[in-house]
Structure formats: structure tokens, C-alpha cells
């Protein structure tokens, strides 16, 4: 039987045992199945890297990929469209990936901070894309097998 104590802050604390979950139940002997190595999932995509793939990070490193010698970060908020608190917590992510890096430099007169793809940055990118890549002929594939004759035709064009 379980009763419930009252801790500080006026949380309750349950005193019941938990079940162990490692005894079998009945006395019974435990099964334990082996299961063979899964077979790849042709459609399991793993390269789809998750810090890349949110879409305001994606556009980030896409602007990014297009300008060695770095952007902006004014800029990179226009050509991303986002707010300076966004574009700021997603270059974070980013940096702590060590995907860009972000520097002040003398820029017009000023100083400015600056945003920059790194090496393993733009090789991660890279990757990523052909991943994409491939996800979009799979679908293009697919969507030829199960479509009509009339689409088929079209899809060829």
C-alpha cells in the first residue's frame, strides 16, 4: 500500500516501491529473443543532420555556403528573414556545432560582427545536401511509380 508524505514546498512524495521491471512475471523463465542485424532502412535518411535541417538554420548556412569571406550579420537577418533574437539563438546553435563562427571586423567605417561558414561547417552542409539530394529522388521515384499514365507524361517533360 502506497501513502504520500508531503516534502517541502508543499510537493507530495509517493512511498510506494517501484516495480522492478527484471523479474519475471509468474516464475516463468525469461525469453529473450535474439534478433538479427535490421536491415538498412532505405528510407531512414540518417544524414539528414537535425542542427541543419530547422529551416531558419538551413537558410543561415545557405547564405552563408555562398559567401567565403563571410556576411553580415545585418545582412544575414535580411536575406534570412528573421529578427536579430532569432537569427542571434540559431548562429548560436550553429557556432556551438561548430558549423559557423561570428568575429567583429572593421566593416564601413565601423565595427561589425561578421558570420562565417567553417571548413567542417561546409563540409557538413555538403553532406547534408547530398543526403537532400537523394530524399528528392527518392520521392521524384516514387511519385512516377504510383502516378497515372496522364502524369507520368507529364513528369517526363
Do not use: W
Not at 516534502?7 to 512524495?13: E, F, I
Not at 541543419?52 to 544575414?76: K, M, N, Y
Not at 537569427?87 to 550553429?94: A, D, F, K, S, T
Request: glycine share 8%; with cysteine; charged share 25%.
Amino acid at each position: 500500500m502506497s501513502s504520500t508524505k508531503p516534502m517541502s514546498g508543499g510537493k507530495l512524495m509517493s512511498s510506494a516501491k517501484p516495480m522492478s521491471s527484471t523479474k519475471p512475471i509468474g516464475g516463468a523463465k525469461e525469453l529473450r529473443r535474439e534478433t538479427p542485424h535490421p536491415r538498412p532502412s532505405p528510407f531512414a535518411y540518417a544524414g539528414l543532420d537535425r542542427v541543419i535541417h530547422e529551416r531558419a538554420r538551413l537558410s543561415v548556412l545557405t547564405s552563408l555556403a555562398s559567401q567565403p569571406r563571410g556576411v553580415l550579420f545585418v545582412d544575414l537577418k535580411q536575406l534570412c528573414g528573421l529578427t536579430d533574437g532569432n537569427l542571434n539563438r540559431h548562429l548560436h546553435v550553429l557556432e556551438r556545432a561548430g558549423l559557423v563562427t561570428q568575429g567583429k571586423e572593421q566593416r564601413q567605417g565601423r565595427p561589425q560582427t561578421v558570420c562565417r561558414l567553417t571548413p567542417a561547417g561546409r563540409r557538413r552542409y555538403l553532406d547534408y545536401l547530398q543526403v537532400l539530394e537523394r530524399v528528392l529522388l527518392d520521392a521524384a521515384a516514387a511519385v512516377k511509380r504510383q502516378s497515372t499514365p496522364r502524369l507520368r507524361r507529364l513528369l517526363r517533360a
